[in-house]
């Protein structure tokens, strides 16, 4: 799907995933249609995962020729590369201005995540990842967004990834970009995503993680969406010394306030918030921080509000960086255990691809 040329210029034109319902019919009747083909293309694009008006053969020709108009070319696969035995895809998409985006899709024995892009690279500028090396580009539409989870749904619908016929069960928010730096198109694509078939793609909400390096306001209006997503913080040290090195954006929005938002949402929404931490050997896997970091998170109410994702770091071509040793990692985990604050080691799928966590860059760089 997606797989004609985009048109030059830098936005992309305006798709039926840009819509919301009521709009959707008012565009089909200003094509001159009856209002009731919204619901039949509804039908084909998110019960069926048929994108391309020309497959819709309950539609006549010349209403899906003019319908046609509302689905135009958003992204185009420049590349896909498959590791883990076909179980992890990373397709790299060429989208409109130029730019390149990536997605990876994950199948384990029970569940299939898609991870998103929300911006053509990244502002935010840190330096341990691929993204931030080369600055922004520009945000994604709405359209864009939900383009990246669409074609997964389709290929897995289809049985065209290794495991046989699936759906998507998580989307995670942790491709290139910063999505709340991209707010609206992004939660208006959130409400597409979980909005109920046929007229959105029927994801659970739980399923949904926005992973954000701490835009305090934006986390705050997150909580107030009163919706059961998820919100991963991506941490990476719990002193602000050292996190104003590594995320740049600490130096506006401290790990005190960051957190603090985040205790916040968890109690607002009564979702445990994912914290979010890259070993990087000899920068922040020390023993010190690792009991600091368990510090702050029980200071703000003894209940289990944050669970601990720890990522071995990926470096990234020219980083001074690389992963903790073993016995450091297994320290680390030790004393945050020993605390009694949830945690888990993430595993680094895709990296033979470049498609682990921090990796994903544009293709031209
Ligand atoms: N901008 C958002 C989402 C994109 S990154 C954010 O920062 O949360 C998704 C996750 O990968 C973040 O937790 C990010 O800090 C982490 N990450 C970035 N570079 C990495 C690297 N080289 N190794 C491991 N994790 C990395």
Redesign the pocket.
């Known amino acids: 799907m997606f797989d004609t040329p985009v048109r030059a210029g830098g936005k992309p034109a305006k798709h039926w995933f840009d819509l919301e319902p009521a709009a959707r019919i008012a565009a089909v009747s200003a094509l001159g249609l009856p209002a009731y083909r919204a619901r039949q293309v509804s039908n084909h694009v998110f019960g069926r995962y048929e994108y391309q008006p020309d497959q819709w053969s309950d539609l006549p020709l010349a209403a899906r020729e003019s319908l046609a108009n509302l689905f135009p070319p958003l992204l185009t696969a420049a590349q896909e590369l498959s590791a883990d035995r076909g179980m992890t895809v990373k397709t790299a998409w060429r989208i409109a201005g130029d730019a390149v985006v990536e997605s990876v899709l994950m199948r384990y024995p029970n569940r299939t995540t898609v991870c998103i892009s929300s911006q053509a690279g990244?502002g935010?500028a840190?330096p341990?990842?691929?993204t931030g090396q080369g600055g922004l580009q520009r945000s994604l539409s709405t359209a864009e967004i939900v383009a990246q989870v669409a074609d997964a749904a389709a290929k897995l619908a289809q049985g065209a990834v290794a495991g046989g016929p699936g759906q998507v069960n998580n989307v995670v928010?942790?491709?290139m970009?910063?999505?709340l730096a991209n707010y609206a198109p992004v939660m208006a694509a959130v409400r597409e995503l979980i909005r109920p078939k046929p007229d959105g793609f029927g994801i659970s909400a739980r399923g949904v993680t926005i992973?954000?390096?701490g835009l305090v306001p934006r986390i705050a209006a997150l909580a107030a969406e009163e919706l059961p997503l998820t919100l991963?913080v991506?941490l990476?040290a719990p002193d602000d010394e050292l996190r104003d090195e590594l995320i740049p954006v600490n130096q506006r929005w401290k790990v005190g306030e960051l957190l603090d938002a985040a205790w916040d949402y968890a109690r607002v929404t009564k979702r445990r918030v994912s914290i979010?931490y890259?070993l990087i050997r000899d920068i922040n896997d020390q023993q010190a921080r690792a009991d600091l970091l368990a510090r702050e998170l029980k200071r703000r109410g003894d209940w289990t509000w944050a669970h601990v994702n720890l990522?071995p770091?990926?470096?990234?071509p020219g980083s001074k960086w690389t992963a903790s040793r073993k016995r450091d990692q297994q320290t680390f985990i030790d004393r945050l255990e020993r605390a009694g604050i949830p945690v888990t080691l993430r595993d680094t799928r895709g990296r033979n691809i470049d498609a682990a966590?921090?990796?994903l860059a544009a293709l031209q760089r």
């Open positions: 990244c935010m840190c341990f990842c691929a928010f942790m491709g970009g910063e999505p992973s954000t390096v991963a991506s990476h979010e890259a990522i770091l990926n470096p990234t966590c921090g990796q």
